[in-house]
């Protein structure tokens, strides 16, 4: 059974920067596409970023409102998957998810098959 846990998140003032992090278990981090999500109060859950499968180049996905701004890794031997955030706004306020994809094509929130608890993001003006 895949297990993802976040950590991370916190508080930070407008443009400063956090690293998240997601530790896979059960699981090889690079055995499936993997990616990030937020949801903010009163909104629907997100996708901020996505990387593929070594089988796709690893190829990565960037919402248009962070790109430029987040970077989505992984790191092998740790077995974890990351999100570099940098230039950090208040509309960046969110839970984030780490999230993992049945398939190669897999993208939305609901073909989504396995999810982290989520970390709090909070970016103040």
């Known amino acids: 059974q895949v297990q993802l846990v976040e950590s991370g998140g916190g508080l930070v003032q407008t443009g400063g920067s956090l690293r998240l992090s997601c530790v896979v278990s059960g699981r090889t981090v690079t055995a499936q596409p993997m990616g990030w999500f937020r949801q903010a109060p009163g909104k629907e859950r997100q996708l901020v970023a996505r990387?593929?499968?070594?089988?796709?180049?690893?190829?990565?996905f960037y919402a248009s409102a962070v790109k430029g701004r987040f970077t989505i890794s992984r790191d092998n031997a740790k077995n974890t998957l990351y999100l570099q955030m940098t230039g950090l706004k208040p509309e960046d306020t969110a839970v984030y998810y780490c999230?993992?994809?049945?398939?190669?094509?897999?993208?939305?929130?609901?073909?989504?098959?396995?999810w982290g608890q989520g970390t709090q993001v909070s970016v103040s003006s």
């Open positions: 990387i593929s499968t070594s089988e796709f180049s690893n190829s990565q």
């Open positions: 999230a993992t994809f049945p398939s190669p094509g897999a993208a939305s929130a609901s073909a989504v098959d396995t």
